[in-house]
């Protein structure tokens, strides 16, 4: 009896026009062979999975919910390959970790307003206690 065999068609899932475009940017290459167009984001693809999953795991172990960037930089150095061409491209951590990660920041210093215009922050502010306006003080006097 004769096997029969199930050939699956793997279809990329990352857009083959766009990776197309990126293999460009590199002087060297003029032309790109459809063969080698459906490789790269074959293997793109794999590797991008690879690296989610062993930066998933360490968040898991680290009792995290959410992947952050020292996460992925502890999978890129846990994986020799990728932290001999990754780890130099990720940005270096913050400093300051110590503080919460929901502040807010703190504002630019102020800069000077066109004359006219008032700052949006003014306008949900409560109103303070009004100063009379000089035409009141100016009747004041006049009644005097």
Sequence with gaps: ??????????????????????????????????????????????FLRFFAEQSAE???QKKRRTVKLEHLRIAAKKHRPTRDFLLDSLPEPCQQSDRPDRIRPEPAAEKP???????IDDFFRKPAKEKPSEIDEVNEVSDS
């Design 1 to 46: 009896m004769a096997e029969e065999e199930k050939s699956e068609t793997i279809v990329p899932k990352l857009p083959l026009g766009r990776v197309k475009k990126l293999m460009k940017l590199d002087r060297d290459i003029n032309k790109v062979n459809a063969e080698a167009l459906f490789l790269v984001s074959c293997s793109t693809e794999l």
């Design 58 to 60: 360490i968040a898991i």
């Design 113 to 119: 307003l066109p004359a006219g215009t008032r700052r």
